[in-house]
């Protein structure tokens, strides 16, 4: 299990929010294929596209109601499969998300084959799971009058995966798609996909879960509720189906939990960075324990979270970029970031009842405040600020955040090793990779930093950073990459 994926820029596109192109104010997939062109002039090696099939929204897609469909608003099958084949022309790969622990209620499984979900029977649920939204993770279908388990939303039911029809069936799915020519998958909710079997009770916790989640869910240990043992059950069907095509995984845990996860996957999704708060010993510390872990992919933001400009600050979002971009293992851009897009003001009503709008407002293309290039129509959620942030513009601006990622995309196929943390005076990160070394000041004040004498400045998101004679000051916010002479990397 190695391969494209190992070292791979895959930029996340959340389809309702990328490119409208008829007019209805939601994005789709000729949007996409239209707007190919900057991706590569980006430089990505891949996109990601967040669930693009039939749903009936509960959680804006990842309640499939039929999983060999494209949703009517974006477009059809043969839309995809000219996605398909126009990123495939430009060397871009394209990654699906597959949505695997649950279905949506209106899948026609749920009615056709209970026997794919898990059950309870009793006027009670059989134990105090919680699902992640808030609430009891059991409710009553009328109909069989049954209790069904659902770790998210009431509308998004679990599968049963020691059912071996089901694994048939979903196995069918990765098939029908990877016949098609995806490339990948992104496996969502991968901890939810077993369960303990006999049901039992997660035990209160000792100390809270350390990844954000809802407060209720927090006192538990969640060891019976997600994260079971037999998980491999699951994962050996997936892999056998996706043959050698890359799966990343989205398993929300602690890093040091996603271990054994890697023995089907190529990545997992390093959570412990994205929720690190911007401090040298909280993401210093993240970054150690995910490259412990193994093969990690880093993310920084994602559809679910603030974006990086709305959690670690404005100022922040340049040297942010540099830290994604060179931490080696493959690297995954929200769209948006890369003109340093902020989140939305929260709008009534929600649309998302996880509160999750803000980061999910459309993509900035030009400068029009009504809609941004996004859409001729009215866009499904308003646009944030196009004329302050807009693609068009810092397409042609030598200093902008756009430019920079563009550069860091090019810059990061020169760096190779694995990354070795040095010490580094207060407020500021360094880590060596080969023959480069990355020095990132997380503060608010200026950081003079030794480095070895003639190593030179390759890249620096604030023209004030000088590296002379062996001395490297960074201001504020600041971050450069350093190439190193021949023997003084790590
Ligand atoms: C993780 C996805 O990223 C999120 O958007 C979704 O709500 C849950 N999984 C449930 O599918």
């Not at 095509?245 to 845990?253: A, C, N, S, T």
Request: net charge negative; proline share 8%; with cysteine.
């Amino acid at each position: 299990m190695s391969g494209w994926s190992d070292s791979a820029v895959v930029y996340e596109i959340y389809p309702r929010s990328f490119q409208d192109s008829d007019g209805d104010g939601i994005g789709d997939l000729a949007g996409i294929t239209g707007r190919l062109e900057y991706l590569e002039w980006l430089g990505v090696d891949a996109i990601w596209l967040a669930p693009i099939y039939a749903s009936p929204l509960a959680d804006f897609g990842y309640d499939v109601s039929d999983h060999e469909s494209v949703a009517r608003e974006y477009g059809t099958l043969s839309d995809f499969d000219d996605l398909v084949a126009a990123a495939h022309d430009r060397g871009i790969r394209v990654v699906l998300d597959l949505v695997v622990s649950h279905t949506s209620i209106e899948h026609r499984w749920f009615r056709e084959r209970p026997d794919f979900y898990v059950w309870a029977d009793g006027p009670e649920p059989p134990n105090n799971w919680r699902a992640s939204f808030g609430g009891p993770a059991w409710s009553r279908d009328p109909v069989s009058d049954r209790l069904y388990l659902h770790s998210f939303y009431a509308e998004q039911p679990d599968l049963d995966w020691r059912n071996p029809e089901l694994r048939e069936a979903m196995s069918g799915v990765v098939r029908f798609w990877t016949d098609r020519g995806v490339d990948g998958f992104r496996v969502d909710a991968v901890d939810r996909m077993v369960k303990d079997a006999a049901l039992r009770d997660d035990p209160p916790a000792a100390e809270p879960f350390p990844l954000p989640m809802d407060p209720e869910v927090r006192k538990l240990d969640l060891i019976h509720s997600r994260d079971s043992p037999e998980i491999g059950l699951a994962l050996a069907a997936l892999r056998d189906a996706a043959g050698d095509r890359p799966l990343i995984g989205e398993v929300y845990l602690p890093v040091a939990r996603v271990i054994r996860y890697l023995d089907y996957f190529d990545a997992v999704f390093a959570f412990d960075l994205l929720h690190s708060g911007w401090r040298v010993d909280e993401i210093g510390p993240a970054i150690d324990r995910s490259n412990e872990a193994g093969r990690v992919a880093w993310v920084t933001s994602n559809h679910d979270f603030p974006r990086v400009a709305s959690r670690w600050g404005p100022e922040n979002v340049r040297a942010a970029a540099v830290l994604l971009l060179t931490l080696g293992g493959s690297a995954f851009v929200y769209q948006g970031e890369e003109i340093g897009m902020i989140d939305g003001e929260p709008t009534q009503p929600h649309l998302d009842r996880f509160g999750r709008d803000g980061c999910r407002r459309p993509m900035q293309w030009e400068g029009d405040p009504q809609n941004a290039g996004f859409t001729t129509g009215r866009p499904w959620l308003p646009v944030v600020d196009p004329e302050l942030r807009n693609v068009a513009d810092q397409r042609i601006e030598p200093g902008s955040v756009l430019t920079l990622f563009r550069r860091l995309i090019e810059l990061r196929r020169e760096i190779h090793g694995s990354p070795r943390r040095l010490d580094a005076p207060s407020g500021a990160l360094m880590f060596t990779r080969g023959r480069h070394l990355v020095a990132i000041n997380l503060g608010a004040a200026s950081v003079g930093v030794d480095v070895p004498a003639g190593a030179e400045s390759v890249l620096v998101t604030d023209p004030r950073a000088a590296c002379d004679g062996g001395r490297l000051t960074l201001p504020p916010h600041a971050a450069a990459v350093l190439g190193l002479p021949a023997g003084g990397g790590g």
